[in-house]
């Protein structure tokens, strides 16, 4: 908790009182429940449904206001309590916390609602460790709600058969949550799946879960490389370490997938398919930030150059997130060696 707390001296602290006359702080109702229709309209989860998305869109309306709001008052320098904009953003969090947002299910559940809550999940913690370093106390309500939602996202995938992006994912949320508050079975996970994301890179540089999902088979390799780049930061905040091999194995997807970006044949024949290949930021934001310096040109040269890093469903800026894990992992080395 410590080196939590340390992150301080990242803030000024010096408290700013609201001006007068400034607009008052936006209430954002917490959404108890997050039960979906399913996204998808054949076997391999490749083809969207238009219609069963928008409707999921509506729903998840509260969840992107908050991430929203909260992501850029965070984000922000003057980023502290007293500042009008992140105590507004503090409060909402705090009201989602005491009402047990997304932690109640209903007695008939898709399991996109808690699959979709599991890609949530990050983002909750990695904006907890970000109110951390503005200052802000994570009073007991919040720690026991992050560690709730965190353990019935771990508990759904320790159980379930899934190995893909959605799995690492999981483990990326494990490791934050363990950053937030010392959690040893979210660690034990969390370097599980470690390993098995490691291991499951092909010396082509590709994944075979993800090939496996047809014309959406590059987007979800492009998810499983960001998932397991925040995972690996996480882990590294906390003094996990990565040997040179599963640095090897992660820069061979790293390449396999910038080779891809440029020409996507020898994947569309892996799967199948003609390939869809990711043209929005969203593909982009994680991976600018936790990955750079580690692209090849291909990546600038065949997918979009690294303007975005508003990580909007994975804590905010991503290289702001980048900054305090890596000073987590420099605050923890330097209290493991005195």
């Given at each position: 908790m410590m080196r939590l707390r340390s992150l301080i001296f990242?803030?000024?602290?010096?408290?700013?009182?609201?001006?007068?006359?400034?607009?008052?702080?936006?209430?954002?109702?917490?959404?108890s429940t997050l039960a979906l229709k399913s996204m998808y309209s054949d076997a391999k989860s490749s083809v969207i449904d238009a219609a069963n998305a928008a409707d999921n869109g509506k729903i998840e309306v509260p969840i992107f206001d908050l991430?929203?709001?909260?992501?850029?008052?965070?984000?922000?320098?003057?980023?502290?309590?007293?500042?009008?904009?992140?105590?507004?953003?503090?409060?909402?969090?705090?009201?989602?916390?005491?009402?047990?947002?997304?932690?109640?299910?209903?007695?008939?559940?898709?399991?996109g609602g808690k699959v979709k809550r599991g890609l949530?999940?990050?983002?909750?913690q990695m904006i907890a460790i970000k109110f951390r370093a503005a200052g802000y106390t994570l009073d007991p309500t919040m720690l026991a709600w992050l560690a709730k939602m965190n353990r019935e996202n771990v508990d759904f995938y320790v159980k379930?058969?899934?190995?893909?992006?959605?799995?690492?994912?999981?483990?990326?949320?494990?490791?934050?949550?363990?950053?937030?508050?010392?959690?040893?079975?979210?660690?034990?996970?969390?370097?599980?799946?470690?390993h098995e994301a490691i291991a499951a890179i092909r010396n082509d540089g590709l994944i075979e879960a993800e090939l496996g999902r047809g014309q959406m088979a590059l987007a979800y390799h492009i998810?499983?490389?960001?998932?397991?780049?925040?995972?690996?930061?996480?882990?590294?905040?906390?003094?996990g370490n990565e040997t040179p091999q599963d640095k090897q194995r992660l820069s061979l997807l790293i390449a396999g997938l910038g080779r891809t970006?440029?020409?996507?044949?020898?994947?569309e024949k892996l799967a199948g398919t003609k390939i869809s290949i990711p043209n929005g930021e969203w593909a982009y934001e994680v991976i600018?930030?936790?990955?750079?310096?580690?692209?090849?040109?291909n990546w600038s040269r065949c997918g979009l150059p690294p303007t975005d890093f508003n990580a909007r469903d994975m804590g905010g800026?991503?290289?702001?997130?980048?900054?305090?894990?890596?000073y987590m992992a420099d605050a923890d080395r330097a209290v493991t060696h005195h």
């Open positions: 990242l803030v000024l602290l010096a408290a700013a009182a609201p001006a007068h006359g400034e607009t008052p702080c936006k209430a954002i109702a917490p959404l991430f929203r709001t909260t992501e850029h008052a965070l984000d922000q320098p003057n980023a502290r309590p007293g500042d009008a904009e992140s105590d507004c953003a503090f409060r909402n969090f705090s009201d989602w916390a005491r009402a047990g947002a997304l932690t109640f299910e209903p007695p008939v559940y898709d399991s949530f999940n990050p983002s909750f379930g058969t899934n190995r893909a992006n959605q799995r690492v994912w999981a483990a990326a949320g494990a490791a934050l949550n363990d950053l937030v508050q010392r959690d040893p079975a979210a660690e034990r996970f969390a370097d599980q799946v470690w998810y499983s490389l960001s998932a397991t780049l925040v995972l690996e930061a996480a882990r590294h905040a906390r003094g970006l440029c020409d996507p044949t020898p994947m600018n930030g936790f990955a750079e310096g580690r692209l090849d040109a800026d991503s290289r702001r997130s980048v900054a305090l894990l890596a």
